[in-house]
């Protein structure tokens, strides 16, 4: 009786044994299918395509994500500045930086969505952080860390676009190129009210 009892246990253990491993074999392949989807595009794989149909290598598929999310933290600051900076000169400044922006970043989804690259619709939890932060300042210490942060962030985007130009997708190389020059306009523009800041 005994010998019957432990074989049905041992029996049980194996069945169950088998079942959790073909579980993990399921819940691996999902894993595995929910990990690729930053490369689908209505619900078609585009890891490849990023090199063969559209033309846009690595480099130019990472040069329009880190582009969407530069613009879109210019957009977020630029309305913050509208609201609570103190100088006119920096309220201006913030309403270019608002429409120039706004004009790139829907140039820029145009774009991605031709080449088939998914770009970001929202700012990483770090950049958001800054932003919630901004929303508290007010006044002249505004207007300095704003105007601070537009020098910081376009020098980075001038070189970030100057990399863009190179890019041997023709489109690409050309919205960068375009862009480029308007964005070395807004740091110029930046450094020359930082100077007259007080």
Request: with cysteine; hydrophobic share 45%.
């Amino acid at each position: 009786m005994k010998k019957i009892f432990l074989l049905s246990t041992a029996f049980a253990l194996a069945i169950s044994f088998q079942a959790c491993q073909t579980a993990d074999k399921k819940s691996a392949t999902t894993k595995d299918s929910v990990s690729g989807d930053t490369t689908m595009v209505n619900g078609n794989h585009v890891a490849g395509a990023e090199t063969t149909e559209t033309g846009v290598d690595e480099a130019g598929a990472t040069f329009l994500r880190k582009a969407a999310v530069g613009g879109i933290m210019e957009v977020e600051a630029a309305k913050i500045a509208q609201k609570n900076a103190k100088s006119a000169e920096v309220k201006d400044f913030a309403a270019k930086m608002l429409a120039d922006h706004t004009k790139a970043n829907t140039e820029l989804k145009a774009l991605a969505v031709n080449k088939k690259i998914i770009t970001p619709d929202a700012l990483p939890a770090e950049d958001q952080i800054h932003i919630d932060a901004m929303k508290k300042m007010t006044g002249a210490a505004f207007d300095k860390h704003y105007m601070d942060m537009m020098v910081t962030d376009h020098d980075k985007t001038v070189a970030l676009f100057k990399q863009g130009t190179e890019n041997r997708d023709q489109a690409v190389k050309t919205w960068a190129t375009n862009t480029l020059t308007v964005i070395q306009s807004h740091d110029e523009m930046a450094k020359k009210i930082v100077a007259n800041l007080k």
